[in-house]
């Protein structure tokens, strides 16, 4: 079966440093893309990039770019999504979702970032 | 990017067929045959309903149905149930690159 397990639920401050994570299990992990996707409270969805964890080549969107990092480590099939700095603007759900051809067809449940001083 | 284009929201009776639009241009919904829809139940996370415009994965309903005409694709759900009332996305792939897009996103209210 497939799956994404995201981690817990996150409280920070402004201008403190983070990184979550998507560990997908029953699938070759490395020859899938996994994208992360932002979701303001209340908003829809936003497509932020894109990492092909077996060669790590990533793509951001616009939006996103130098705004967040995108990393991945294929020996232990988990995704990253981190940022250097948070912005209050940062809360958030953020999503992992898995590639299968040009369609996402797995999710994770989500991870709940708070930024608040 | 800009987003794929949704109306708000779409109500209907119980029993009724409704149409959610999504409207994107030549390089992502009119490109590819890349189209998906997603439900996406209040504190839940999305769950895929269509692939490819026109395909449903193993165990949705045969009540939801894509379809696509030019620069727009369309999500019909028919005999509109409770649990149906969600939030829908359109997504489609950007030709040329690998990135996508999302669409606004669709309120469905069952009245």
């Known amino acids: 079966e497939v799956q994404l397990v995201q981690s817990g639920a996150e409280v920070k401050k402004p201008g403190e440093s983070l990184k979550i994570s998507c560990k997908g299990s029953g699938y070759s992990f490395s020859n899938y893309w996994i994208a992360w996707v932002r979701q303001m409270p209340g908003k829809g969805l936003e497509f932020m990039g894109i990492i092909y964890p077996d060669d790590s080549n990533i793509v951001y969107s616009p939006s996103f770019q130098g705004q967040v990092t995108i990393s991945a480590d294929k020996s232990i099939s988990i995704a990253y999504l981190q940022w250097s700095s948070l912005k209050a603007s940062d809360t958030a759900m953020y999503y992992c979702a898995r590639r299968y051809g040009r369609n996402f067809d797995f999710w994770g449940r989500g991870t709940l970032v708070t930024v608040s001083s | 990017q800009s987003a794929l284009t949704q109306p708000a929201s779409v109500s209907g009776s119980p029993g009724q067929s409704i149409t959610i639009s999504c409207t994107g241009t030549?390089?992502?919904?009119?490109?590819?045959?890349?189209v998906s829809w997603f439900q996406q139940h209040a504190g839940k996370a999305p769950e895929l309903l269509i692939f490819?415009?026109?395909f449903r994965p193993s165990g949705v309903s045969d009540r939801f149905s894509g379809s696509r005409s030019g620069n727009t694709a369309s999500l019909t759900i028919s005999g509109l149930q409770a649990e149906d009332e969600a939030d829908y996305y359109c997504?489609?792939?950007?030709?040329?690159?690998?990135?996508?897009?999302f669409g606004t996103g669709t309120k469905v209210t069952v009245l």
């Open positions: 030549s390089s992502d919904v009119g490109g590819y045959h890349a």
């Open positions: 490819d415009v026109v």
């Open positions: 997504s489609s792939y950007i030709a040329s690159s690998t990135l996508s897009v």
